[in-house]
């Protein structure tokens, strides 16, 4: 079930949120969280119900095995609480592996020594990659004393609640069992349901509106490259940028709907999105793109590799092997461990870099040329995580660089200047966290946060307070209904979001 699917929109969403209040008021809090797992489990069969038994096997054998481990590590030495830390993240790890790598393994090794094994060709389970690594880092943090008291059904809730399941955030344990156990949590809301609301429209907007408008010209361009046509200047670049405001505009409205749909039920989720594209270099992108799962991969991976802590040399090894395994779980293709590399070598030379440049970039000037460049080389890194194939990728690159006659000035003024376009939306418009601040939107982005994350673009006096800052009433009201209008009408077509491929 989508979140931009009329049945969700329509039937799902508006059925679960008015039985959630009603169970709530009449049976308690208990029953409102045991309903909303139920009506998890029911999202997620909705796909397919035959992998519904493989997301509640796996939810029992890590609740259980945590038991074992928190019983094991209060025996001398820890007992063997490590060991059994390590056979849980193995059998989740063999799970993810069997699913969704088999076939890539099979097909590698045919390539490499001439093997015939035939392919598996094994459906993937929606959202596998995701709640793997949300179990990994509940079972690891077991072994460590880190898990808080909770109850079976508030751990089903942690990694089944249906607003993040499919693609994310990656939520954290502490995260969501601090909030199960408020006594208000689940009862109607006036301005949870507006700030929720609010927040999920804008999301369909960039999703539905944006972002599904940009993927004709990047679906154009990457299928001519992977059909093996010649890709001239102007459309190379016409479809690098398509695709990376496509991708920007998708993922960003996901996590918006993600955020809003959980609000309305009184649960705020970590922001996983915070206008990434306004990074000055390749670091401070990853702060801000899929920030639960960089942080999952710092915590989970870089820092048991060593991370910094063995010299350079290391550092930078853990640097490249963190971002490389990170491309190969987002897809089982070598194209994407070629992005993670591309990420991961440009990780290591912005540290290299700022290990030598040790002025500080604070000028209005030398923002915007760090920001214009680290734009251009995330964007380069996109082609291979689009394109179908690595012959694509290069057929892509090669048009980069090709001047070709077709080009002419007149489109490619253009073409430049829808360019501009995205790049002053992405750069200067508050995004969604910035906007809604007053209403403490993220579980860890408030007031607080948005007095340290201010506008790129400074505006001034009451009307530019009212044009910055979201409030409750009429006007903001009217606006959002018009998002959600302009989004229910171009859902003739619905499509999936992009990172549920992965």
């Not at 009184?266 to 799962?293: C, D, K």
């Not at 394109?387 to 660089?401: E, T």
Request: with cysteine; hydrophobic share 55%; glycine share 8%.
């Amino acid at each position: 079930m989508l979140f931009n699917s009329p049945v969700f929109l329509f039937a799902f969403l508006p059925a679960v949120t008015l039985l959630c209040f009603f169970i709530r008021s009449r049976l308690g809090r208990e029953a409102a969280l045991g309903f909303l797992v139920l009506a998890s489990l029911f999202f997620y069969g909705w796909w397919n119900p035959v992998y519904l038994p493989l997301l509640i096997v796996l939810a029992i054998f890590n609740f259980v095995l945590a038991r074992f481990i928190l019983a094991e590590r209060i025996k001398p030495e820890g007992g063997r609480a490590a060991a059994l830390v390590a056979f849980g993240v193995t059998v989740d790890l063999a799970a993810l592996a069997y699913f969704k790598y088999t076939d890539f393994f099979i097909g590698t090794l045919n390539n490499m020594v001439g093997t015939e094994f035939p392919l598996q060709h094994i459906v993937l389970p929606l959202a596998i990659s995701f709640f793997t690594f949300q179990k990994i880092a509940y079972l690891v943090d077991a072994g460590r004393g880190r898990v808080e008291k909770h109850s079976f059904l508030e751990y089903c809730f942690f990694v089944m609640f249906f607003p993040q399941l499919i693609a994310g955030p990656i939520v954290h344990h502490h995260e969501i069992f601090s909030q199960t156990k408020r006594e208000r949590s689940f009862r109607f809301d006036r301005m949870n349901l507006a700030v929720g609301l609010t927040i999920f429209f804008m999301g369909l907007f960039k999703k539905v509106v944006i972002a599904d408008n940009l993927a004709p010209l990047a679906s154009a361009v990457f299928g001519d490259a992977g059909s093996g046509h010649e890709i001239s200047f102007l459309r190379a670049w016409e479809g690098m940028f398509a695709y990376t405001f496509q991708l920007y505009f998708d993922f960003s409205g996901y996590s918006d709907m993600a955020i809003g749909a959980a609000r309305i039920f009184g649960i705020r989720l970590p922001l996983n999105f915070n206008s990434p594209y306004q990074a000055v270099n390749i670091t401070e992108f990853w702060r801000r793109w899929h920030m639960t799962l960089s942080r999952f991969l710092r915590d989970y991976l870089y820092i048991p590799l060593g991370g910094n802590r063995r010299g350079k040399a290391r550092r930078y090894l853990n640097l490249f092997l963190t971002m490389a395994i990170g491309g190969l779980w987002h897809g089982a293709a070598w194209t994407f461990v070629l992005w993670g590399a591309m990420h991961g070598l440009m990780l290591i030379v912005n540290h290299g870099w700022r290990a030598i440049w040790t002025k500080p970039i604070d000028k209005w000037w030398s923002r915007g040329i760090a920001r214009a460049i680290t734009l251009l080389f995330v964007a380069l890194a996109w082609v291979p995580f689009r394109a179908p194939d690595l012959d694509a990728a290069i057929a892509i690159y090669r048009g980069l660089v090709t001047w070709s006659p077709d080009a002419s000035f007149q489109a490619l003024g253009g073409d430049l200047f829808w360019l501009m376009f995205w790049v002053s939306v992405a750069w200067f418009w508050p995004n969604t966290q910035q906007w809604m601040a007053m209403a403490r939107p993220a579980f860890n982005y408030s007031l607080k946060e948005r007095r340290s994350d201010p506008l790129l673009l400074p505006l001034k006096g009451a009307v530019a307070r009212r044009l910055t800052y979201w409030r409750p009433g009429a006007a903001y009201a009217a606006a959002i209904g018009l998002c959600a209008a302009a989004s229910f009408l171009s859902l003739q077509r619905v499509s999936e979001f992009l990172y549920f491929q992965f």
